[in-house]
C-alpha cells in the first residue's frame, strides 16, 4: 500500500485559501488520491477524489503533478468551519477488495 | 436516506464485559466497512463485508472481536471480555461497488472501558 505523508498541522486565517501538499512517492499505475476531512467526534467524510491534473468540486480542488508522486488540496477562502483534519489517502482498488488507509492526517486550525 | 446509522452513540463498559455495536448502511450500498480510531490517530482498518460476506477479517485486533453482516444489510461488531486498551471510537462506513467510489461513514460509537 502506498504510504502517504502530510504536514501534522497548519494554520490559517478566515478568507485566506489554504493548501495541503500530500506526498506519495510510492503510487500505483492503478491507485486513486482521495482526501477526507474529520470533525471532532464525527466520521471522516470524503471531499474529492482524483487520478492525474486538476478535479475541482463545489468544495475544494486537487492538483496533482504528471508523475503522481504528490497532490496537494486546495481550499479556497477557508472559514472557521473548515477546521478539521484533513486526510490524504491512496486508493487501490484490487479485485474486490478496496480499503481505506488513513494516516495522522493534517490538522488545519482556522481563525479570525 | 439519512446515511451510515450507528447504533448506540456512545457506550461505557466494565472490563470483561461483551459489548455489540450495530451499523445501518446506506441501503444501496453493498459494501461495509468497521474502522477503530484512538485520540488523534487517523482510523484504522478493521474488517470489511461485501454484502453478507466477510472478505477481509485478517486486521480484526485479536479473536475477541467478530463481525457479522447475516443478510447483507446491517452489520454488527462484537467485542468480547473487553479492555481498556479496546476505548476508542468505532467507526462504520458503506459504499456501492465500483472503481473508487467513496465511502460514506457514519458518526461513530465511542467505547469507554472503565
Known amino acids: 500500500l502506498a504510504k502517504t505523508t502530510q504536514p501534522i498541522s497548519m494554520d490559517s486565517y478566515e478568507g485566506q485559501e489554504v493548501n495541503i501538499t500530500c506526498s506519495h512517492n510510492n503510487i500505483a499505475t492503478n491507485d486513486y488520491i482521495t482526501w477526507y476531512q474529520q470533525f471532532p467526534s464525527q466520521g471522516p467524510r470524503f471531499i474529492i477524489q482524483?487520478?492525474?491534473t486538476k478535479v475541482t468540486n463545489e468544495v475544494a480542488s486537487l492538483f496533482i503533478p504528471a508523475d503522481r508522486k504528490s497532490s496537494t488540496l486546495s481550499l479556497p477562502r477557508v472559514s472557521l468551519s473548515d477546521t478539521a483534519v484533513y486526510y490524504c489517502l491512496v486508493v487501490t482498488e484490487t479485485g474486490t477488495a478496496s480499503k481505506l488507509t488513513f494516516g495522522t492526517g493534517t490538522r488545519l486550525q482556522v481563525t479570525l | 436516506d439519512t446515511g451510515v446509522s450507528q447504533d448506540p452513540r456512545h457506550k461505557i463498559t466494565k472490563r470483561g464485559q461483551n459489548v455489540t455495536f450495530r451499523c445501518d448502511p446506506i441501503s444501496e450500498h453493498n459494501r461495509l466497512y468497521w474502522y477503530r480510531q484512538t485520540l488523534g490517530q487517523g482510523p484504522e482498518f478493521l474488517t470489511y463485508?461485501?454484502?453478507?460476506?466477510?472478505?477481509?477479517k485478517s486486521r480484526l485486533l485479536s479473536d475477541r472481536f467478530s463481525a457479522e453482516r447475516p443478510k447483507g444489510s446491517f452489520s454488527t461488531l462484537e467485542i468480547q471480555r473487553t479492555e481498556q486498551g479496546d476505548s476508542a471510537m468505532y467507526l462504520c462506513a458503506s459504499s456501492y461497488h465500483g472503481t473508487n467510489t467513496e465511502a460514506f461513514f457514519g458518526q461513530g460509537t465511542r467505547l469507554t472501558v472503565v
Open positions: 463485508f461485501q454484502n453478507e460476506a466477510q472478505l477481509e
Open positions: 482524483g487520478y492525474k
